[in-house]
């Protein structure tokens, strides 16, 4: 492998990282948790309010944290991934290193495969009756969908889903879920640069 280049691309994973966390957003929610509130009486009918950061703050994070999930970035965690095998394979960094690294992906995978505190069990169809989502969804659904469908608009089928919650007032409850997952998340990959890459950078430099 070219480690000159392992460098460089593992050095920006790290640079990312700090900036991910450095973010108005992040420190925002670390000091001031965000959350929703609800209201409903026997005159009224249920209101959600949502608090939390801004959106040029979310725009902002969203901005670095794609880096991170688009396999065709230099830096997405499935491209880190093969740089930590290849340097495995070739000895450069020991084998607890790289346990320490496949430990902390499952985790993150892992984390984003759960439904978090708020079961959201939905059945949801386009204005043509087509399926949109059926069934309980995940972390990692939340955070796409509004990652896709709300601040970058790529993807017309998670915009379609995201007008059905605005609609039915829930929206709220799904952005709480996604500031709270990409918060835990900056956090989980600050740890893994502290206890992880730092180390592979200086094994990396020091390899003859």
Not at 36 to 48: A, C, G, M, Q, R
Not at 69 to 93: C, G, P, W, Y
Not at 94 to 102: F, H, R
Not at 131 to 145: A, C, I, P, Q, W
Request: with cysteine.
């Amino acid at each position: 492998m070219n480690h000159k280049q392992a460098m460089a691309d593992l050095t920006l994973f790290t640079e990312n990282i700090i900036r991910l966390n450095s973010t108005r957003f992040v420190q925002g929610l670390l000091a001031n948790p965000g959350g929703v509130s609800i209201k409903f009486d026997t005159d009224t009918p249920l209101t959600v309010t949502f608090r939390g950061p801004g959106q040029d703050d979310v725009e902002a994070i969203a901005a670095t944290w794609r880096f991170f999930v688009q396999d065709n970035d230099r830096i997405s965690l499935r491209r880190i991934h093969k740089i930590m095998l290849d340097l495995h394979t070739e000895e450069i960094i020991v084998d607890q290193t790289w346990i320490d690294w496949c430990d902390a992906r499952k985790s993150i995978n892992d984390y984003l495969d759960s439904t978090g505190t708020i079961a959201f069990d939905l059945d949801l169809t386009d204005e043509d009756g087509a399926s949109l989502v059926k069934g309980n969804v995940d972390r990692r659904f939340v955070m796409e969908t509004i990652l896709y469908g709300e601040l970058v608009h790529a993807n017309e089928k998670k915009e379609k889903i995201l007008k059905h919650w605005h609609n039915a007032g829930v929206y709220g409850f799904f952005r709480n879920s996604f500031d709270k997952t990409l918060v835990d998340l900056s956090l989980t990959l600050e740890s893994v640069r502290t206890g992880i890459i730092d180390s592979t950078l200086e094994a990396i430099s020091s390899h003859k």
